[in-house]
């Protein structure tokens, strides 16, 4: 819809024989969220902050085939507050485009993965459960704030939100690690969070973009991940690598605009 506007106002200003199209037509792009929008964990960092932010995330790769104007403030870590402390001053009512993920660390995403590889098939089902209870009850009016503000700072702007994958093929070729019972636990924690953040979203006026048909078979344990394990830097780990952000994230907001 987006491209379609900008399109239609290119032409006709370019009908009315006026100068200044192209500036006319830029995209003011804001990217918001946490690790799964800086692109932790697809290298090619752009500086030394903890945000991570890289150059083969889904922010830089819109923004270098768009040839949009992106403010990348996006960052690793980064919870419902922190979006609202530190990212959203970079919206005004000239952004025209937003994309935003976040609620994975509100919902304690690190410690769940945590507690499924030392505590055993119970040890994850009780984190996963705490996980989605909190995702049901809590995270929704966090949502809702952080969305709510989005629309009030950027009032002309298209807004993606984008959810989180699945991150274990279920009978897949890993032979070590989690047993298939926690990763079902995991990914259905992930449905959980899609589930709040598609709701919530869509109560918005925002579109949603779900990321989990595109990384179908590209999960932890496919032979064909897109992405990390765990690995080092630990932080990286069950975050997608470069082909992740380009083959899926990308090609998932680039089809939701």
């Known amino acids: 819809m987006l491209r379609t506007m900008t399109v239609a106002a290119v032409a006709s200003l370019a009908a009315l024989g006026l100068t200044g199209v192209a500036d006319a037509a830029t995209v003011n792009y804001v990217a918001l969220g946490d690790s799964y929008s800086s692109g932790v ?152 969070l899609d589930t709040v953040i598609k709701r919530e979203a869509n109560a918005a006026g925002f579109t949603f973009a779900d990321v989990r048909s595109v990384f179908t078979g590209h999960e932890i344990c496919s032979g064909s991940a897109w992405l990390h394990s765990v690995t080092y830097p630990v932080d990286e780990s069950y975050h997608p690598t470069a082909t992740g952000q380009s083959s899926g994230y990308y090609a998932t907001f680039k089809s939701a605009i």
């Open 41 to 192: 964990g697809a290298g090619s960092y752009l500086d030394s902050s903890s945000c991570k932010r890289s150059a083969n995330a889904y922010p830089e790769l819109y923004t270098k085939a768009s040839g949009a104007s992106l403010s990348f403030q996006a960052c690793s870590g980064a919870k419902t507050s922190d979006v609202l402390n530190n990212q959203v001053g970079a919206l005004s009512s000239s952004t025209t485009l937003v994309s935003i993920s976040v609620g994975g660390n509100d919902a304690g995403f690190s410690s769940v993965m945590e507690d499924c590889i030392l505590g055993g098939d119970s040890g994850c089902k009780t984190a996963v459960t705490n996980a989605e209870t909190y995702v049901n009850n809590t995270l929704p009016g966090l949502l809702d704030n952080v969305y709510s503000t989005i629309r009030s700072k950027a009032p002309n702007a298209e807004v993606v939100v984008l959810g989180y994958p699945h991150f274990y093929k279920i009978g897949g070729s890993c032979s070590v690690g989690l047993s298939d019972t926690s990763r079902g636990y995991i990914n259905g924690g992930a449905d959980a």
